[in-house]
């Protein structure tokens, strides 16, 4: 049976054509709310900025140009870095974390991912308050070490990348474990023993048999997590502050604060475009991981 | 799980498509005895809603405000922009400086006196142009803990820009920064402590480069910097004075002073064009510039209103022709060019 057609089976109706209406309503609003406004992003983007508005008379390549301005160029690279460097820790944090959940009980499966979930309990603005009451000069976390006689002069644990990265790595961990908890459940455990059987040491089992097989949902997972931590706000404007601003604050900055929506489309722009190529990039890895199994 | 028949399934999706429409029209119907006014939350939303200022309106009027808020003036001003073509707000109300920028976008109408007879009765610095009134302002002023003060031992700042330059304040400050309209008053103000001003912003761009790497967060907004100062990781900053007040009433130990000569920093307002209720619009601005409301916001948050009937106004609207006048155009056009320096130059710590 293919992948639609179990779909049907599954919805347990036999759609034929009809199957457009159904479909309609979704495509419609993602062409109206989403696509359209997309598209003329990018159209205002080619447009020169006046005091009087957007040019649409003139067409110009000058907002892109602008982007490679050091300044520009400077928040792009440190998004990207942010971004990756969470991407990879829980990527690291995952696996061990995947592992231990897989082999617990039903019960203690279900409270345990609650447990992973619970920083989407709380509202991302109302989160990163209460970070800045654990991480600032003053929080918790500086208090404690002075306390203790660690320090003398506070760590600088926010309003720097090392504040985004805090703020944003335990809600986004959550889309890393999750597919990579669902492989690890769905493995035949007969692998394992067969390996086992064969004379692989248990290293040996883990790094040749469960990581190439759960590497396409470990992937998936990071490209998730990758583009949010691409596309986050409001973490890293209250945690990484005026200083460290990342490029979905400053398209916020520019289109909101400046008024310039031309400047503001071309961020825009180069922030889908540099996504999507890592994004295809991951993708492509993952294909050629399911195409040639390492033997 | 039982198939489903396509008819029944067809039925339910229409009958639910049905109830939507009809609900939306319900909504449209009622929407020509409500005024949408776009503005800040903050405290424009608790005059409205919690301090019962828009149920007087309705009964003084017969129409609803329904309130729009924004965090920002320029947000406000983006919002009012962006439906430039097919209004849904009627009433926009922002700081002046990104107001007069919308301004030059075309949204406005002009405001005839006729319409709003409460005009009249506005002091005449409140007539920005035929399109933009004042309806108040503030006093921006320098804010500190004086619990870090008294714990330091530090004097307490004296009515004087120049206070901001004190080098024990290093490691201490929150200033706005300049893509914010407090940020470029931070800027020109400091022009003007060292001999520069709006057309001559040099002094101020290299004072503030001075006190960059002393300055503990740039805040975007009074929410922000109060958190700043409440925490102790600050203990000067500047804001307006009304919302300094506004900081020690929520129990945030501050304190502040209004240093000479008065920085004001105007609140304007203004009716957008092809509003969906103009005359809702009108009745709605006659009634926010009376006397009532304004004396109630001279009253309760220190603002600076422009009604000259107002008896209880923190400083005499007649204090504000002493002041130093801004040349909001030349800042306007300007703006671009000084955030440019300020985000190369001044904001990264070297």
């Known amino acids: 049976m293919t992948g639609a057609a179990a779909g049907r089976a599954a919805l347990g109706v036999r759609l034929g054509g009809g199957v457009w209406i159904f479909l309609g309503p979704a495509l419609l609003l993602m062409l109206a709310v989403y696509l359209a406004p997309l598209i003329d992003t990018a159209v205002i983007s080619l447009h020169p900025n006046t005091p009087a508005g957007i040019d649409r008379s003139h067409w110009t390549t000058a907002n892109f140009l602008r982007l490679v301005d050091t300044y520009y160029w400077g928040v792009l690279v440190r998004t990207l870095r942010v971004s990756i460097i969470i991407t990879l820790l829980s990527v690291l944090l995952a696996y061990p974390v995947a592992v231990w959940l897989a082999g617990l009980g039903p019960r203690g499966q279900t409270w345990a991912i609650l447990v992973y979930m619970s920083p989407w309990f709380v509202n991302a603005v109302v989160k990163s308050f209460g970070w800045t009451l654990i991480l600032g000069n003053n929080g918790l976390v500086n208090n404690g070490l002075r306390a203790l006689g660690l320090i003398d002069t506070p760590l600088r644990l926010m309003l720097n990348e090392t504040g985004i990265v805090i703020g944003l790595l335990p809600g986004h961990f959550l889309f890393v474990l999750l597919p990579l908890w669902a492989a690890l459940k769905g493995l035949d455990g007969n692998l394992r023993w067969a390996a086992m059987t064969l004379g692989a040491r248990p290293w040996q089992v883990f790094l040749r048999v469960t990581v190439p097989l759960t590497l396409p949902a470990l992937l998936a997972g990071a490209i998730i997590n990758f583009t949010m931590n691409m596309a986050a706000f409001a973490a890293p404007a209250l945690l990484g502050g005026t200083r460290t601003r990342v490029l979905s604050f400053i398209a916020y900055q520019v289109n909101l604060e400046e008024l310039n929506w031309p400047f503001g489309g071309a961020l825009a722009v180069a922030m889908l475009v540099v996504t999507l190529g890592f994004v295809m990039l991951a993708q492509g890895i993952t294909a050629r991981g399911l195409a040639g199994p390492r033997r | ?350």
Do not use: C
């Open chain 2, 1 to 350: 799980m039982a198939p489903i028949s396509r008819s029944a399934l067809l039925r339910a999706v229409a009958g639910a498509a049905l109830s939507v429409a009809v609900a939306g029209g319900a909504v449209a119907q009622g929407a020509s005895k409500t005024v949408y006014f776009l503005t800040w939350g903050g405290t424009v939303q608790q005059t409205l809603e919690k301090e019962g200022w828009g149920k007087k309106f309705t009964e003084a009027t017969g129409y609803t405000v329904q309130l729009v808020p924004k965090a920002t003036g320029p947000e406000i001003i983006a919002a009012a922009v962006a439906q430039k073509d097919k209004p849904q707000v009627d009433v926009v109300q922002s700081d002046l400086l990104p107001f007069l920028a919308g301004n030059d976008q075309g949204i406005f109408v002009p405001l005839d006196q006729k319409d709003i007879p409460n005009i009249a009765k506005l002091a005449p610095v409140a007539r920005i142009n035929a399109n933009a009134i004042m309806t108040y302002g503030d006093v921006m002023s320098i804010i500190y803990n004086h619990e870090v003060f008294a714990q330091k031992k530090w004097v307490e700042p004296k009515a004087d820009w120049a206070e901001l330059m004190r080098p024990e304040f290093r490691g201490s400050l929150v200033l706005p920064p300049v893509n914010t309209t407090y940020g470029l008053y931070v800027l020109i103000t400091l022009a003007r402590v060292h001999g520069g001003s709006e057309h001559q912003i040099g002094p101020g761009m290299e004072a503030l480069k001075k006190l960059a790497p002393g300055i503990v967060e740039w805040p975007t907004t009074f929410a922000r910097m109060g958190q700043f100062l409440q925490d102790g990781s600050a203990a000067v900053g500047f804001y307006s004075s009304s919302s300094a007040a506004e900081m020690a009433k929520r129990g945030i130990p501050v304190k502040y002073v209004v240093p000479k000569p008065l920085f004001f920093t105007g609140t304007a307002a203004g009716i957008m064009k092809n509003a969906p209720n103009p005359e809702g619009a009108k009745a709605f601005l006659n009634w926010w510039l009376s006397k009532e409301v304004m004396s109630f916001r001279a009253e309760r948050y220190g603002n600076v209103t422009m009604n000259t009937e107002v008896t209880n106004n923190p400083i005499p609207v007649s204090a504000l022709n002493e002041m130093q006048r801004i040349d909001y155009a030349h800042v306007n056009a300007s703006r671009a060019e000084w955030i440019k320096v300020f985000e190369r130059e001044v904001l990264p710590l070297k």
